[in-house]
């Protein structure tokens, strides 16, 4: 009887706590429930099976987000710090929690949307959508997975600030970062810092999500980057001059057709001839009073500057959408009708963007003498070396310095000196020439391309 | 014939005939030990008939690895093969700039070797495409400084040698990015043959 009693439920009296707790926990509740359903759903794909592959050109043209708890972002760690153990790591969090450097408590509050592309992670609030940081991919060295009894961190070790160097003390690039010393037996020891941002996710499965994704983002950045550099190394080995291209011209009266000269690097093959005059050569051993002095044959020089002229025509062919040699057409059209050398050093820079500024160094040869300097110094600018060395990759690990071995088509121009006022006329024709020729096979080149239908 | 197919032909003759050079080259010099006139008998003969028919080293070899039953990927033989030096290939000239290039054609060559082995760890693979970056650099900036500090009567051959160093290292770039895009490390293993 008494259990019975006990299980029937007896209508109409509700305990007054239980109303008070009941009603906030309802409260909280529907708070939570409207808030997740203000949230706006999240831009995501699905991911093949079991490795979550995903489609290269969503990571390079599209994003992808992933809701993640951000607990905080360490900062002036040790560039030491092992990625890949747990100990250390989980010490230098726990100390954080500790000092409160970092969330103890994981709460709705902490919500936030890891969007992930090519370029880089980025981190805003679930909630207002406020950015609480952007790291670009080249500023992270490594992303861990631990499992601290329920809770599923991921890791992300990045660099102090943006440029910085996040690799260990053995990285070249040391000077940009910034160093933390300390005192040890032997003396002061200089180490780099670094930051550790630590997001929390819902499990295992959503951990090891976002850790290949990011191994995806890591493999195309790194792929591409190697290729690229790969295509600079090429491109700055085959195109550095033998002597330098100067403009002198003491005989017109020779033409030479340098089709012959051409290769076919494609099945394709250009729709142009370049004629150029044969021309005197003027090297850097000579003086202005004297720039007949010849050093070269003429055809070896007219070979020499079609040859870089069809190099270059190539290289633009791979690297740049048709469109985009259009583009690069009217600026060197507009550069010849008047537009200053900086102008057109930045719309190209522009065009060529980051990935592909190394292009500029193609056209070294084709810059006349007054200019030259404004182009040298703006390929330094934009961290282009000067030709003589390879520029730094990704990691800032291939940093070359000049070979003593390689030419110098700075000192060249420089050495050469200023023309006499005789020279002047003929190198502006010669160059107007050129130009003429490198703007009509540019357009060519460019309708060639779009009849074949060709996708860069 | 044009120039152009003359020129196809001399780049699919250079490629076909790595099997005397990689392959028979140091078999004629372990057999100099065995029989010495025989060995040069053989070498000469080998040497002349691919001359007139070239592929035909390749093509004996493939034979004999076909009736040995021997499964062994044959591009991938030819490359780790081909880091060794071959005294045919090597500049005799005592100047610096000389010894310089036999050393940055020997870095490269080895460095090439040694890509089947790490085409399948992702990250090994990239690190040797750094180092095969630097390595052709180096090697072009050395052929630079032969071109600019020596006069050669032979010129014009020598530049259309780096032109073609330039070509087909532009054309394993391309099939890099394929590489990447496909994962067919077949096409890779030809392309650095070449």
Known sequence: MEEDVKKVKKPGIVSPF???????EKGRDKKAQEKATERRALHTFSLSQPDHRIDPDILL??????????????????????????????????????????????SSELDAVVSLSAYNIKLVWRDGEDIILRVPIHDIAAVSYIRDDSLHLVVIKTAQESGGSPCPSSC???????????????????VEVCCLLVLAVDNKAAAEELCLLLSQVFQIVYTESTIDFLDRAIFDGATTPTRHLSLYSDDSSSKVDVKEAFEEEEASTFPFQVSMEAEGNSPSASTPASPQTKTASEGELSTTAAELLQDYMTTLRTKLSSQEIQQFATLLHEY?????????????????????????????????????????????TIGVKDGRGIITDSFGRYR?????????????????????????GREGDEWDRMITDISNDIEALGCSMDQEGVAP | MTMEDTKNEADAAAIVSMALYTVMYPVFNQLEKVNLSAAQTLRAAIIKAEKENPGLTQDIVMKILEKKNLKINYNECLLRMAADDVKEFTID?????????????????????????????????????????????ELLDTVNTVFRKYQHHNRRALEQQKKEFVKNSKS???????????????????AIAE
């Open chain 1, 18 to 24: 239980k109303r008070v707790f009941l009603k906030g």
């Open chain 1, 400 to 424: 070359r310095t000049a070979s003593s071995a390689s030419d110098s088509t700075t000192n060249g121009n420089g050495a050469a000196g200023g023309s006499a006022a005789s020279d002047e």
């Open chain 1, 336 to 380: 010849r009708n008047g537009s200053s050398i900086h102008e057109f050093c930045i719309n190209l820079r522009q065009l060529y963007g980051d990935s592909r500024k190394f292009l500029l160094l193609g056209l070294r040869p084709f810059i006349p003498e007054k200019d030259s300097q404004h182009f040298e110094n703006f390929l330094e």
């Open chain 1, 61 to 106: 043209n599209d994003y992808i987000e992933k809701e993640v708890k951000y607990l905080g972002q360490l900062t002036s760690v040790p560039g030491y710090l092992n990625p890949s153990s747990r100990t250390e790591v989980l010490q230098l969090i726990d100390n954080a929690r500790k000092s409160h450097q970092l969330s103890g408590q994981l």
């Open chain 2, 172 to 190: 394993f770039s391309v099939t890099l990015k394929t590489y990447f895009r496909d994962g067919n490390s077949a096409s890779i293993k030809s």
């Open chain 1, 172 to 190: 070249p690039d040391l000077n940009k970062s910034q160093t933390l010393s300390s005192l040890s037996e032997g003396g002061a020891v200089l």
């Open chain 2, 93 to 137: 000239r005592r100047e610096p700039e000389f010894q310089e290039l036999n050393e940055r054609a020997r870095a490269l060559k080895h460095i090439l070797s040694t890509i089947p082995d790490e085409i399948h760890d992702r990250g090994g693979f990239l690190q040797s495409i750094k180092d095969i970056a630097s390595a052709i650099k």
